[in-house]
């Protein structure tokens, strides 16, 4: 568990002035900075003329869209101490919907904007059914989520049918993502707003504080007169949401609908919240540390794929980064006795 | 509503009428009838032992528990609590006896979050407004005198600060309601050293002229100095109220115990303690924390080591469990020395450890009483790799009867015992090891009330007469004398001073002379 929930005896404290344990540096995120640098140095210099252009820099962005809309209800539900699993599920249902309810070859239906609207309610309505089950039923998230998974991916392939795959038939459509508006991708565009308004919820308001408050300790967030049951709802509504608008995104970006549209999602955002330096016990943390932790790891692939390594071996990569990161994070609470779960 | 029954200059006096107020959890009647007054501008002391019913009276008058029956007037108008926001809504705000603040966000967030839902609350429609909220804060902190940045992470301040921001959120619930407040302090002292209690008490005082304070403690003494008037508990009911003028230390502890207070003289040591010592530690040193500690610990004896905060005295208890590390020096156990140390390998050899956080360190809350207490030495319960239950419960029930832990159901879950009793069952689960050599107590006493006390003592004093050396960490300077053989006084990782109480017999003065 955290290790916040410790509270230390009086005079359990080492010997050192007040003022050597004051400033503990709250600009945290220096590490992660310098990872970035350092990977842009090395890939740049292992493949000059490539890695740093700028049609390199628009495909990384619109790579990095998904993991980063997806990053910010990640991040809460994570501050919150829980965990969604059902993120690839969610996307794979709002995908679905959203193709089915645009134009495309397999109906006639074209409901425009009509139909963001519906997929994006699809999303948070299995987040809201997440929460539920979770508040209600006292069903620990990683289970609840772990079966919505399913039951989104249950959805999509449902609606995919037996028939042909469903493309869709406007170009205008499905060329937006990749589109440039100031010489940058929308849909990293789409992504940089969701993080932008992400970190002021978490910053500014109710929604955010209390799920600062609910990861620190729920009994005490409780006892502070917190709504605890009705704000985890709000934040997996929240994430599902988000998961919905990353489906949506990712079936422009495929041209069709596909029930596994998500696939390689959720390792990818965990990852980054991780990474980013958010503590899965909740609590610390935050969404620009997730954005940041995003950018890292699509630099990583996007480099080792330049470099030539084997996509083979990229995932076995991306494993090994994970692991090293949490150890590093969490090297200097290793002393007193601490276990992990 | 009664108050037409009562004389109508009562009323406007009171800030808090109970009446017949009574609870039950299952079997355990945790609050039976209680009715008691609280008067504006007054310091009530509500005391009583472990699970009298105190912690239980404060939580329904918190709104965290509801009464199974009886009624709660606040200024003359009758009220029923059904949430947390409800109690602050009336004016009582409360200072629990754990720690309820939350370490990750900052000291003006805390206060807010209480606050939210009245008319200073610093947010509008769901956002915050920073600049208003650190504002409040810091106009609150001022008038509990606290000289505290409200932006400060909680995690980072000092213990005494957070008791103070803590104060400062039970304070502001007046501003709520625009009346006196009623803050109940659930000893806030029992966790504190000397100098930081007297800090305490000047904000009591404060407190007594904007409204009333209820203030539950343990220590007789500070409660006949502060309170004007003291309620006693006893299983549930409210057996007296005495006025402090009129009521003496002896006469409350015999209210609380419903028996005598015993002599806490030193009893005479039986003489003939073996002469190899169990534990000899030489020249021990970990950078940063100690430094040169040597002393020696004999079968039979208690060492007892005194310092103020950052004397590394802990460290040096935590390195014998093989807790922490150390740089230099040895440790021998029985004529071996130590190397490799590790908390495994100290249980194996019959060393004993009570650490002083016993919520993080000590048990596994969600495990039964009787769990907790075969976890560390199952002896006699086990039966191969299983563990026989039956076995396990007849000897949880024998510890219960022994220290006399309430309620005495060993198969309740640790946690759901107050801290007397689970400091008991923690302490017991040591005891019970046949190897035990070495006993190590990390401020046993913190926490407990007197008749709990008395018994933790009398447990250490028949551990000794088993021939177990143990090692002390006493909470005061009168408990170090009272249960130490010696007494080893540290100042900044440095052994200062050593009194060999059978030779001699330093006062207080003494020990506090090298401490500081």
Redesign the interface.
Known sequence: MSD?????????????P?SA??P?PRIRGVGEVAALVVLVVVFAVLNPGTFLTLDNLRTVLDQAALPLVIGVGATLVILMGSIDLSVEGVMGAAGMTFVLLSANDRNGLDLGLGAFVVAVAVGLALGLLTGLIHTLLKVPSFIVTLGVWYVGLGIATLLFGQAAIPFLTSDGLTSWPSDTTLGLPHSFLLAFVVVALGALVS?????G?YA??I???EQ???????PVGRYKLYVFALAGGCSALAGIVGSLQLGAGAANVGIGNLFLTIAAVVIGGTALGG??GGVLRTALGVVLLTVLNNGLILSGVSPNIQSAVSGVVLIVAIAAAGWAYRG??RIAK | MTSTQQDPTRTTEAALVLDGIDKRFGQVHAVKDVSLTINRHEVLGLIGENGAGKSTLLKILTGIYQPDAGSIEVNGTQVRFRRPQDSVAAGIGVVHQEQSLLTNLSVAENLAMTASGSRRAGTRLGFYRWGRINADAAATLDRVGASIDPRTIVGDLSFVDRQMVEIARAVQVDEMVGGTPLVILDEPTSVLERNETEILEREIRTLKEIGSVVFVSHRLDEVLRICDRIAVMRHGELVAERRTDEVTEDELFQLMVGRAAQATQRDDRAGGASQTPVVAVQGLTRRGSFEDVSFEVRSGRTVAIVGTMGSGRESVCRALFGAETWDGGTIELEGTSLSAWSTVKAVKAGVAYVPSERRVEGMVGGLSAAANLTLSHPGSTRRGPFLDPRARNRTAATWFERLDVRPSDPSLPLGSFSGGNQQKVVMAKWLMAEELKVLVLDHPLRGLDPGAKEIVNEQIRAACRDGVAVVLLPDTLEEALEMGDDILVMRDGEVTGRFDLSTEAPTSLDLLEKMV
Not at chain 1, 4 to 16: F, H, N
Not at chain 1, 203 to 207: E, H, K, S
Not at chain 1, 220 to 226: E, F, H, S, T
């Open positions: 916040l929930k410790a509270r230390p005896a009086p005079d359990a404290a080492p010997a050192a007040a344990s004051r503990r910053r500014f308001t109710r929604l504080r600062f408050a990861g620190a300790d005490i967030a409780q006892d502070n007169g917190v609590g610390k007193r006795l």
